[in-house]
């Protein structure tokens, strides 16, 4: 995608963290803060919005390689402005942008959610450390399966955080949606959200229920067009046109399997998504979904092969039982037979 990233990872920076271990968290925190505002102060003062110190902040796994690289396709059609993308648990991406930089971040762990249904949300709490950037006057979170459509510089120019509604959501009270979100960091406030995070429930078994738990009475709402979520165009049929982050929630673009039944109504938006990929991208892709498919016909093939060979041992029992029960009448017609006899000639 152009130039190289500069890579500001650090090798002090372990690949876990438990979310009970406070200090720890704070310690981090205040690490990668300093990192970030240095590599910030590198690109000089051209790069600021408004004298402010600013960036887009996102987090990518391996498993997010393609969003994250769409992602950052997306917005660099659209912004100048710099990218901070936190690699968690030890991945090194190979992304490569104008004014983009690589932390290496820890995964947070915490051990009561491990067992939550919600399991695919265990990770998400990685994101908690954009809280800890309390050198940027305003950061702009991004998860790794959003696009950007259209400019959304404006985010930074308000102040406190400010977070879209998430329609869908099962809870008797209004909840954000923390896919996309605007944020002032402060100290009081990291402080606030490390030092509680141990005790703190989820009610998603992830980090939108932590943060709503604790920004749910002080956000500014944001229009749905700043995190439209994918989920939201039966309901909202048509509206996803006007959106300026699209949220592929919870079925990935990049992936085959659906999710959910009215996933294949919702193709539309995954082809707006693959557009933005390149042809690298793409082959990936590609060469991803034919491996699931043939790993699927491999598993399919095997378990039907179970299947038969069940069916044939189960077929070979019920022979040799057919062969006991005819034995069995066969001596039971010719005791008759006996008895006949030794009645008519007796």
Sequence with gaps: MGAEPHAIVTSAVPETIDA????DLLAVAAH?????????DSLGPSIRRDGRRVAYVLVGTAEYALGLDVLVRSLRAVTDLPILLLAAGGWQPALQAPNLAVLAVPEIIKQDLEGSM????????????TFGFVSLDRLVYLDGDCLVRQPIDDLFDGAGFAAAPDLLSNQPFPVFNSGAFALSPDAALRNALF???????????????????LLGNDVRWLPIRDNYLRTYEPILPGAARAARVIHYSAKKPWTVVSEAVGDPAL?????????RLDRAGLMEMVTAWR???????????AALGRVEADLAL????INRLMRRVLAGLGLVALLQLALLVAWLFG
């Design 195 to 213: 030092e509680s995070l141990p005790a703190t429930p989820s009610f998603d078994g992830g980090d939108q229920g932590i943060l709503n738990a």
């Design 118 to 129: 919600a399991a695919r949300f265990r990770r998400t709490l990685t994101k908690l450390w």
């Design 291 to 301: 491996r699931s498919v043939a790993e699927s016909e491999i598993a399919a093939n």
């Design 32 to 40: 990668l803060d300093r990192m970030a505002a240095a590599w910030l």
């Design 314 to 317: 189960q077929r070979r029992r």
């Design 267 to 275: 193709l539309g938006l995954d082809d707006v998504w693959t557009e």
């Design 20 to 23: 009970r271990a406070t200090d």
